[in-house]
């Protein structure tokens, strides 16, 4: 990624997209290491992140996050996610924030120097083009390393630089949590000193 000191950037964060390509590579995102970064490569801006959250639930998953990000230097765009049944008649969620991002990216297009799309999504191409015309550099960060991949080939050529988000792992990234495997089914789980002891008493 090629920034300048003086670069005013935004960031652009499709979480739904973002959250996908990093369990395809097998670690979570470090959203404060996230913004570190991109604060020491410029004067950063605006740091968006969308979701669409499911309403009526009395939990919802990714609530905390949502929480955490409000709090912490990030410009949370939400929607209520809706609701439908699959094939196999089970309840899912569907919520695209793709206008949003667009509506968002085109009005910082003209007062940013660089703008980082977090996202593979193919349909912001003619988005990306248009943002270029008015002066602002692209960058676009999702991953070709998964299976399938996940950014799509014409977006990649018409951004000025894609980053493989396999590359930004380092920086932003933390090993996947294990936390609903149970600890004998983890994988290079050492036995706690009790867990020796009982075994000894057979």
Sequence with gaps: ????PTDRIALFI?????????????????????????????????????????????????????????????????????????????????????MEIAVDMMELAGSADHLVLFSGDGDFRRLVEAVQRRGARVTVVSTVKSQPPMASDDLRRQADTFVDLVDLMPLVGRPRAQAHTPRFLQPDAAPTPAERDSQDEF
Excluded: C, H
Aim: charged share 30%; aromatic share 16%.
């Design 1 to 4: 990624m090629t920034f300048y």
């Design 14 to 98: 499709d979480g739904a997209n973002l959250y996908s390509a990093a369990k395809a590579l097998n670690f979570d995102i470090d959203y404060k290491k996230l913004l570190d970064e991109f604060r020491r490569r410029g004067v950063l801006i605006r740091a968006y992140y969308y979701t669409a959250i499911a309403e009526g639930d009395d939990y919802s998953p990714i609530r905390p996050l949502v929480d955490w990000l409000d709090y912490n230097g990030f410009t949370l765009v939400t929607k209520p996610a809706r609701e439908f049944t699959d094939s196999q008649g089970r309840k899912r969620w569907r919520g695209n924030m793709d």
